[in-house]
């Protein structure tokens, strides 16, 4: 598939115009014009971008990609040595960054709610990215949901606030959006996930009686890139791999 299709397509599917983003979405890096083969991660951090030229992939799609609103734009250091390598072995670099935590199918929360049997009925917060809904079992706790969260991610959720609540609705926004809890909560929320915490989240569950849960920024976002390279494989014939680097955050 030649590249200009790929990235005309993607673009359309997850409706990479609609969203105010903190980076630029779709091609960031442009390499070689056919794409056989593509490689997908949650992060194109170094290790990646190598793995995409040691197995000889044309593309490399993922979530977190680069050119970041308020940072440095020069191309040195960490960056240099990125993007030389993906020119390097012409390799092209999509990313797609609140369009893959938005798409009602393919997207992170998405793909969060499959995982956990949650059953998404409403949104809220900015842009309407988080989503708020059923647990998947009736009358279930906080610590019933962070125990699920653990089985399920790998990965020992952090929970602060009421434990014990009872979970009739629960709120979650994959990532960094631990900024949307006092939505959540003005939502109806009983408890709210969310990848990473910051200090005000603690004091803000404790008062508020509504428990929060850090399940990990990288663990709530790696399943939204996989039902993409999924997508890549059944839809359009392309060779796509899930690679998943972790990280502890």
């Not at 779709?26 to 390499?31: A, I, M, R, S």
């Not at 709610?113 to 409403?122: F, I, P």
């Not at 976002?221 to 502890?248: H, I, K, S, T």
């Amino acid at each position: 598939m030649r590249l200009d299709v790929l990235l005309q397509h993607l673009d359309g599917l997850l409706e990479a115009a609609r969203l105010r983003d903190y980076c630029p979405n779709g091609l960031q890096v442009e390499g070689r014009p056919e794409v056989r083969r593509v490689l997908c991660g949650v992060t194109a951090s170094q290790a990646l971008v190598d793995a995409a030229a040691a197995g000889g992939y044309d593309a490399l799609l993922v979530h977190h990609g680069y050119f970041w609103r308020g940072e440095d734009g020069r191309i040195t250091g960490i960056r240099r040595r990125r993007i030389g390598s993906l020119l390097g072995h012409d390799i092209s670099l999509l990313a797609y960054h609140l369009p893959l935590d938005a798409h009602p199918l393919l997207g992170n929360n998405a793909q969060l709610a499959r995982l956990m049997a949650w059953k998404g009925e409403g949104h809220f917060g900015d842009q309407d990215l988080g989503w708020i809904g059923a647990p998947g079992e009736v009358g279930i706790s906080a610590s019933g949901i962070a125990t699920e969260l653990a089985a399920k991610l790998g990965r020992e959720p952090l929970l602060v606030g009421d434990g014990m609540r009872t979970v009739a609705r629960v709120a979650w926004c994959s990532g960094g959006a631990q900024g949307f809890f006092e939505q959540a909560i003005a939502a109806g929320a009983d408890v709210y996930v969310s990848g990473e915490i910051s200090e005000p989240t603690t004091h803000l569950a404790r008062e508020s009686g509504v428990p929060y849960i850090a399940a990990g920024h990288h663990a709530t976002e790696r399943y939204g890139v996989q039902a993409l390279a999924c997508y890549l494989r059944e839809e359009l014939g392309l060779e796509a791999d899930f690679l998943d680097l972790p990280n502890p955050v």
